[in-house]
């Protein structure tokens, strides 16, 4: 992670959503927010990506999608050291169907579909600063 | 053959039970017809903790879309996605410029329906993998493994696509489909229409013909096409007995009553006294605890209600019990399929006893279907003698003098035939009823008067001694055998 003047984090996200649209609009907003995308169109694709370094900051993650869903990549990656602190964001149509995972620790954050591009914004950096925070915890 | 039910009534009729699962069903129409609706509404009726639906989407509109404009609809239920209902885009699992693009779409699809069993899989919209195939020949190959695939698992596969008519006759998706299901736009003045037709259905007696669609907020509803129930709804045992029309001196006319579960068709001109014959026979029912139902196109409930209260016949209190039930349809929306569907209706919910149509001639101009409309009047009226209803249905005839049309020569359809005329009597225009036709029973030949009055509809006396009654004037006979014919208007009252 590197953190640019004026305390804002810039963070390398890794997107995970079969919606083309969606991606294109979560990007532009949190390009313009200073962050560095990446893109996966399904659980599977997202797994080959976080198997190369560097670690994605979060990962954010769509529920319903092809191949693998947003539940089996979610649990892959909480079951893995490797990958078992990366923060990991839901964005979803029905955020209800992801409480479960939020109650077992498993998620960070859930984001309601549709959103704004300031509150998700917003939400993304909470996460961020969050991450931010645990990670000079562990340095020190 | 196990079915997976639509969740929408009238679809499983016409599916003969529902969609066969463990088939690949195509659901075609142009854009605006219905058909991702419908398929949507399948899959939230469907979809639940133990047996998803998943509702693929290819290139035609991106999942957000497709959930957006779901929401006006009834049947959404937010907290049915992902656990009960997924929306997925496959988009991206379509590969350009390969002559196996749709593989591992297919794949998906397969992968899918192996692993976690959903209850029905849509893809939307199927034909964008014509797109995405190198020809007729890879696309036939995908489909045969895809439904042969499909065919060892309990899950229904809906393609959902804009075909046109003439691929519908050659395309290799419809070949190697179980079942081919047409949504149609038509323009149709004064209201356009919607219809549903399954044009193949294996091993399946399905409904054909077209069978109206509409969309509302609650979603489509279909009605199925009244003739295709014919012979389904034949009466076990002939109805016996009679029931008072409420009108003394026209049961007397009738030697008893009209025949129970009888068609009695109640001809006359504008203005003579139809609908007051129509309500007195609902009123003297509805008095004796029957339920009835009012047919109306022209005067709503508020009217007739009110129209019955000015003859002395309160019909508030039957109405808020639920004994009486009035159906009020416009002209221009009026649909013979509907019409059916809310008699089938009513009669499901329990016995109905006594029904009014008011009336024929504007249902038939209204519902611009002439050419259909012996077949639907004869089924319509099997299905009221099956339920043992006796339906008094009004017709206006075009001339207010001497006529006896009767809808196009259909009077063969109806059990009873009553005349009500205008005939000239003096200088003054006064009311003839007649019965020209009594199926299997004997009945009054003469003409009597009548009046509408404070009462409602009365029967006078009978015109005797007179001739000419089907002429405008009514006459004493002896005086037509003059020899210088001269002619006075007869005196029903001497």
């Known amino acids: ?140 | 053959m196990n079915r997976l039910s639509t969740g929408i009534p009238a679809l499983d009729t016409i599916l003969d039970g529902g969609l066969p699962v463990g088939s690949l069903i195509v659901v075609a129409g142009a854009p605006g017809t219905g058909k991702t609706i419908m398929a949507q509404q399948i899959c939230f009726n469907n979809g639940s903790l133990d047996r998803k639906a998943v509702y693929y989407s290819t290139i035609s509109e991106p999942p957000e879309k497709f959930i957006r404009h779901l929401e006006v609809f009834g049947f959404f239920d937010r907290a049915a996605l992902v656990n009960k209902v997924e929306f997925i885009n496959l988009g991206d699992l379509l590969e350009e410029d390969q002559e196996d693009g749709i593989n591992p779409m297919m794949d998906e699809i397969v992968r899918k329906v192996v692993n976690e069993h959903p209850s029905v899989v849509v893809v939307d919209s199927a034909k964008a993998l014509r797109d995405f195939s190198g020809g007729d020949r890879w696309l036939r190959a995908a489909v045969y493994r895809l439904a042969a695939r499909i065919a060892h698992t309990d899950t229904t596969l809906l393609f959902v696509g804009e075909y046109t008519s003439d691929e519908i006759e050659s395309a290799p998706e419809f070949s190697l489909a179980d079942g081919i299901v047409e949504l149609v736009y038509e323009s149709h003045e004064p209201i356009d229409r919607r219809w549903l037709r399954v044009r193949k259905l294996r091993s399946s007696n399905h409904l054909s013909g077209q069978h109206p669609l509409q969309i509302s907020k609650a979603g489509i509803t279909l009605f199925v096409r009244a003739e295709t129930l014919d012979g389904r709804l034949q009466a076990d045992v002939e109805p016996e007995g009679r029931i008072t029309t409420g009108v003394p001196g026209l049961d007397e006319m009738t030697h008893g009553g009209l025949p129970r579960a009888g068609s009695t068709l109640v001809l006359g001109p504008s203005g003579c006294g139809k609908t007051a014959l129509a309500l007195r026979f609902l009123a003297k029912g509805l008095e004796d605890g029957e339920r009835c139902l009012y047919v109306t196109f022209q005067e709503n409930a508020t009217q007739l209600i009110h129209k019955a209260g000015s003859f002395g016949w309160d019909l508030n209190p039957y109405l808020e019990s639920g004994q009486l039930r009035f159906f009020h349809v416009t002209e221009s929306s009026l649909d013979l399929d509907i019409l059916a569907s809310v008699v089938r209706g009513a009669i499901a919910k329990g016995r109905l006893h006594r029904m009014v149509i008011d009336s024929l001639a504007e249902m038939v101009v209204a519902a611009r279907e002439s050419e259909r409309f012996p077949a639907f009047a004869r089924t319509l009226l099997a299905s009221l003698r099956a339920a043992e209803v006796s339906v008094m249905i009004t017709s206006e005839t075009s001339s207010l003098g001497p006529t006896t049309e009767t809808v196009g020569g259909l009077s063969f359809l109806y059990h009873n035939v009553v005349l009500l005329r205008y005939i000239e009597q003096g200088s003054n225009v006064g009311r003839a009823v007649a019965i020209l036709k009594m199926r299997d029973s004997d009945h009054e030949k003469g003409l009597r008067t009548f009046e509408i009055g404070s009462h409602g509809f009365e029967v006078k006396a009978k015109l005797e001694g007179v001739t000419g009654l089907l002429g405008w004037s009514a006459l004493r006979g002896q005086e037509t055998r003059g020899s210088d014919r001269r002619t006075e208007p007869a005196n029903p009252g001497k």
């Open chain 1, 1 to 140: 992670m590197r953190i640019l003047t004026g305390g804002k984090s810039v963070t390398r996200i890794l997107i995970v959503d079969d919606d083309p649209g969606t991606r294109f609009v979560l990007r532009l907003i949190l390009e313009r927010e200073g962050h560095e995308i990446l893109e996966a169109t399904d659980g599977v694709k997202a797994l080959e990506i976080l198997n190369s370094d560097p670690l994605p900051d979060i990962v954010m993650s769509d529920l319903m999608m092809p191949i693998m869903s947003g539940f089996q990549l979610i649990h892959r990656l909480r079951s893995e050291a490797r990958t078992l602190a990366v923060p990991i964001v839901v964005v979803t149509s029905n955020p209800d169907a992801a409480l479960g995972l939020a109650s077992a620790g498993l998620v960070d954050a859930i984001v309601s579909k549709p959103f704004t591009a300031a509150a998700f914004a917003e939400r993304i950096q909470e996460v961020a600063s969050k991450q931010s925070r645990r990670t000079l915890l562990k340095s020190n």
